[in-house]
């Protein structure tokens, strides 16, 4: 049965928002709030000119087909810093690592509190900064935590939640962490143009993708390359 989709005008502080239930009057109910990062002119713009210089893709619009999703942590310790972090359409001075691969800041779909509680940022459709090698087909999903505070029981909860609504309305195929994006080096979906645009990622820790890979069993998602021989 299709989700069934409610939006109601909430507010949260002084922030007016927007609530989308999904899966309505079934044990599968979960909430996204609404919590639009900027995306202005300048961010499309940009957003446009990375899918060609580290994609190959000529487009009109910072559109992608999702492919999979991916899971990250923000190693920043609460909401309001992480949605901070990634509000802003330029790159912060400090993140030189990839600062020349882009002036175009990180972001994701999606941003989930320690307690469990869903925010979209972005569009599914629209490309977000968060992954070398894949944004051009995958979703990003960040959880407010790191190596020091371990995602909780309500993330898991939450972003199994999250990845069944999208795989019921997108062509899903993989579910994977952020430190296992270089695994897709060579893979049908790697597009990235620059042989010099790494990064070594730790998030969101193998702990967590082997609970969450048991929770989705039932989707017979594929797995990541790499993990294939272990």
Not at 149 to 164: I, S, Y
């Amino acid at each position: 049965m299709k989700d069934r989709l409610k939006i109601k005008p909430v507010k949260l502080g002084l922030m007016a928002i927007g609530i989308l239930v999904f899966g309505a009057c079934s044990p599968s109910t979960f909430r996204v709030f609404h919590k639009p990062i900027k995306f202005d002119e300048e961010r499309r713009s940009l957003t446009i000119e990375y899918l060609e210089a580290h994609y190959g893709m000529v487009q009109e619009e910072p559109s992608i087909v999702p492919k999979m999703v991916v899971l990250h942590w923000t190693a920043i310790p609460n909401l309001e810093r992480s949605y901070e972090a990634m509000n802003p359409v330029y790159l912060p001075g400090s993140r030189t690592g990839i600062a020349a691969a882009s002036s175009l800041n990180v972001s994701s779909h999606y941003l989930i509190d320690r307690d469990g509680t869903i925010f979209r940022q972005l569009p599914d459709t629209i490309m977000a900064r968060h992954v070398i090698g894949l944004n051009h087909c995958a979703i990003g999903v960040e959880n407010v935590g790191s190596a020091k505070e371990p995602l909780t029981k309500a993330q898991l909860r939450a972003n199994e939640a999250l990845v069944r609504h999208l795989n019921r309305k997108y062509d899903i195929e993989y579910v994977i962490g952020h430190h296992e994006y270089t695994a897709f080096e060579g893979h049908p979906l790697w597009r990235e143009l620059d042989e010099g645009y790494r990064t070594v990622k730790s998030d969101p820790g193998e702990r967590f993708m082997k609970k969450i890979r048991k929770r989705l069993e039932d989707l017979a998602l594929k797995e990541p390359p790499a993990l294939k021989i272990k």
